[in-house]
């Protein structure tokens, strides 16, 4: 599975290396680093939202305070 998490200004701005280090810290704590190639990548056009983050190509929207739950819900799930 590919994690993309938006560095671009607006995003950063907003918290997203939060959210990539949250992510690595889930993805070591879960074991699934064959799992989920984790990179990040320039504005993806949702600059009014929460950071973007992209699960394959599907785009979606969070704060760095729901990394956590937004992992578990949407990422974990997908693995089973
Ligand atoms: S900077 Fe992330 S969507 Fe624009």
């Known amino acids: 599975m590919k994690l993309t998490v938006c560095i671009g200004s607006s995003c950063h701005l907003k918290g997203s290396r939060q959210i990539v280090e949250e992510f690595q810290t889930l ?4 074991h699934i680093e064959d799992k989920i190639e984790l990179t990040g990548t320039f504005c993806l056009g949702e600059c009014q939202d929460d950071v973007s983050v992209k699960i394959d190509d599907e785009i979606f929207n969070l704060a760095p305070a729901n990394a956590r739950s937004f992992f578990e819900k949407e990422i974990l799930s997908r693995l089973k």
Do not use: A, H, T, V
């Open 27 to 30: 993805i070591e704590e879960n």
